[in-house]
């Protein structure tokens, strides 16, 4: 029998179920754990597509984020009320003092706690967990570093700002990763490595955790001669696709400005975009990034899926990838299981999967030149026309059949198993503090007031940044748009009459010209 078949997990995620990278690997670790007996009830925001609870979803209330709808922020809520939902109560406790939270917690407790790239939801289950420990047992959490929330704030807030966000998330992570509920932290990446240690986070906590790929779905087998031959027109253009979510921070700019660098050598590509955004702006602001192009040279695929999505992949000749802020990269990794080599910016996650020279190219973040020449090269007449292509498309394939998503299942699951004997011996190390802290009269109603004002306090500030970095000049920008309208309508039909009647004095005498205005009149 599996170590953790039929124990309670209580998963909580940021997303699930929706179109990005921590979902999917959420959703495989998930079935990975119920195919050997774990009985899992998830918790995460509610989004569009998911409004309403399930029979092993609990979703809470949150509020949509301005760039991508889709995620929400999650308002504050309460971990043993949860707790009693997840464990088949669904009832809503009326006394919040200690005792009664020790109570929940010590009958309806789950047997381990693991958090999917812990942000809103996770922030607060971690700090009010923190604060419980004085109350009940401490349940075993582990928590899965997928989102690099520092990286975004650097990349959407200019200085001083973000600087003074990226040293708050830091210092906010470490010290709620370093509390002793917390065993394990995964990270996907030595980037995300450095920076957890940075934070002050124990380094004996961290243990590396890869995401995997379905290479039966994502095969070089899947590529179709039709879109192959759509993309790359008449003149046989180098197909260059890029999978990932039209949003500003995913590094847009940047790919544009290679897009557009390479078509003005002159060089035959058709970059092929798949991703979209649920906000309608967001997408219309990256697609504009590229308008300047012609339509035999970009494309825009909007969302695809399973074997659309994988048709795409092995359709194409090269996969390039401009983002700076993948924790691992997905994508990649979904790329070289389709047989297409890799050109992508040495930062993140990508770095830890590519091997340079082999299975792809990872080119300095702000080097557009180089990111261009390397594109090149797999062109007609590159350094990596023909049989050297096709040996570093095998070499990917084989990189990536290594990480399948059972081995991954497989890390994970030891370290959840080997977290729980030291969850036992904690139980009953911790009964016995319980009763010491009783005596404090230090109440639930104080735990949960503190933990959600200070983690929501914190979230809201940074979406409130979001808006004043991003919704306000572009409100800005299209009112000073409209005014530049207004000003110039009338300017227009001015000048408009006046080169009437300048091609009128050319060929009327004055009586004429203005006897018609009078009758115009």
């Known amino acids: 029998m599996h170590p953790l078949s039929g124990k309670k997990l209580l998963v909580f995620t940021e997303s699930y179920g929706d179109v990005n990278g921590v979902a999917l690997t959420t959703r495989k670790i998930i079935e990975y754990l119920r195919s050997h007996g774990a009985n899992i009830v998830i918790v995460a925001p509610v989004s569009p597509i998911f409004p309403e609870s399930t029979s092993d979803q609990i979703r809470v209330s949150g509020y949509p984020l301005p760039m991508n709808p889709e995620l929400a922020l999650a308002y504050p809520l309460r971990l043993d009320k949860i707790v009693a939902k997840a464990s088949g109560k669904w009832k809503a406790l009326e006394d919040v003092d200690g005792s009664t939270i020790q109570q929940t917690v010590e009958q309806e407790q789950p047997d381990l706690i693991y958090l999917a790239s812990p942000a809103s939801l996770g922030f607060q289950i971690l700090l009010q967990l923190r604060f419980l420990s004085h109350f009940a047992p401490q349940v075993p959490v582990l928590a899965y570093f997928q989102t690099d929330l520092s990286t975004y704030a650097e990349l959407m807030f200019p200085r001083p700002v973000s600087s003074l966000s990226v040293w708050v998330m ?4 470490g010290y709620l990763f370093s509390h002793p509920t917390v065993k394990t932290v995964f990270y996907p990446s030595v ?40 993309l790359a027109g008449s003149d046989g253009k180098l197909v260059l696709v890029s999978v990932c979510r039209l949003s500003h921070e995913k590094g847009f700019d940047f790919l ?21 955004n649920p906000a309608p702006a967001v997408a219309a602001a990256i697609m504009h990034l590229f308008a300047r192009l012609p339509p035999d040279v970009v494309s825009f695929a909007g969302v695809l899926h399973g074997a659309a999505l994988a048709r795409a992949y092995a359709s194409a000749d090269v996969f390039v990838h401009a983002s700076v802020s993948e924790t691992f990269g997905l994508v990649v990794l979904e790329a070289m299981a389709s047989g297409l080599p890799v050109v992508a910016r040495a930062q993140g996650g990508p770095a830890d999967i590519i091997a340079h020279g082999t299975s792809g190219f990872l080119v300095p973040p702000g080097s557009r030149d180089a990111f261009v020449a390397r594109v090149m090269a797999f062109g007609r007449g590159g350094a990596l026309e023909g049989t050297a292509a096709d040996g570093m498309r095998a070499t990917a394939r084989r990189m990536a059949e290594q990480a399948t998503w059972a081995r991954i299942g497989d890390e994970l699951a030891a370290e959840l198993a080997a977290a729980l004997p030291t969850a036992v011996v904690e139980q009953g190390e911790e009964a016995e503090g319980a009763h010491t802290t009783r005596g404090r009269r230090r109440t639930g109603t104080g735990v949960v007031m503190v933990s959600s004002v200070a983690v929501i306090a914190l979230v809201w500030s940074g979406t409130a940044l979001v808006y004043v970095f991003a919704a306000i000049p572009t409100a800005a920008a299209r009112a000073w ?41």
């Open 170 to 173: 830091r210092t906010v992570q």
């Open 191 to 230: 980037l995300i490595k450095d920076y957890l240690l940075h934070a002050n986070v124990q380094e004996d906590k961290l243990k590396l955790l890869q995401g995997g790929v379905d290479t039966e779905l994502f095969h070089p087998a899947r590529a179709d001669p039709a879109l192959k031959a759509q």
């Open 256 to 276: 544009a400005d290679v897009a557009h660098a390479l078509h003005a050598a002159h060089f035959p590509f058709h970059l092929h975009i798949v991703g979209g």
């Open 481 to 521: 748009r409209a005014m530049k309208r207004a000003v110039w309508r009338p300017r227009g039909a001015l000048k408009s009459l006046s080169f009437s009647v300048s091609r009128l004095r050319r060929n009327k005498s004055h009586s004429q010209i203005f006897a018609r205005v009078e009758c115009a009149a």
